[in-house]
């Protein structure tokens, strides 16, 4: 890991041994060390060394879990595409962070700068958020489409 004094933030160096572990991480994330070493056709303590360094220098966030979509019939998931007004997009950004119901914000090129993944407990909630964002200063406009189901 370097860091990028012009841009201000951690740049992350990784080889294919790095990318591929992340890549089964993203499969299996309750994936053993032994594994992942046999997987990776390295030893054990290559793996173990990769993990910290990755959890370490921050490029590896959490582990998690993916629920079957049939389990989650109480979530109300969105995508949100934001439009910004000119030059605002990082002080928007900041605070579309401290909304705990956006999942992942992305910047995008086109009509939009910004995408939205939005989960939610419920439809009042799912508005509250819908709210949220759009009297937060900066955002001109933006445009949601509730998820139905994963085909």
Wanted: hydrophobic content about 45%.
């Amino acid at each position: 890991m370097t860091y990028d004094k012009n841009l201000k933030k951690r740049v992350f160096l990784y080889d294919a041994i790095d990318k591929e572990l992340i890549a089964i991480l993203r499969l299996d994330a309750r994936a053993s060390i032994s594994k992942l070493a046999k997987l990776l056709q390295v030893s054990r303590g290559t793996v173990q060394n990769r993990m910290d360094r990755l959890i370490n220098s921050g490029a590896i966030l959490g582990f998690t879990i993916r629920a079957h979509d049939e389990l989650e019939t109480e979530v109300v998931k969105a995508i949100m595409m934001i439009e910004v007004v000119g030059r605002s997009t990082t002080q928007v950004i900041n605070k579309l962070r401290g909304i705990a119901q956006l999942d992942k914000i992305h910047t995008t090129n086109g009509t939009w700068d910004l995408v939205a993944e939005v989960k939610t407990s419920n439809l009042l909630e799912f508005d509250h958020v819908l709210r949220d964002v759009r009297t937060i200063e900066g955002v001109l406009n933006s445009e949601t489409s509730i998820l139905l189901s994963s085909v």
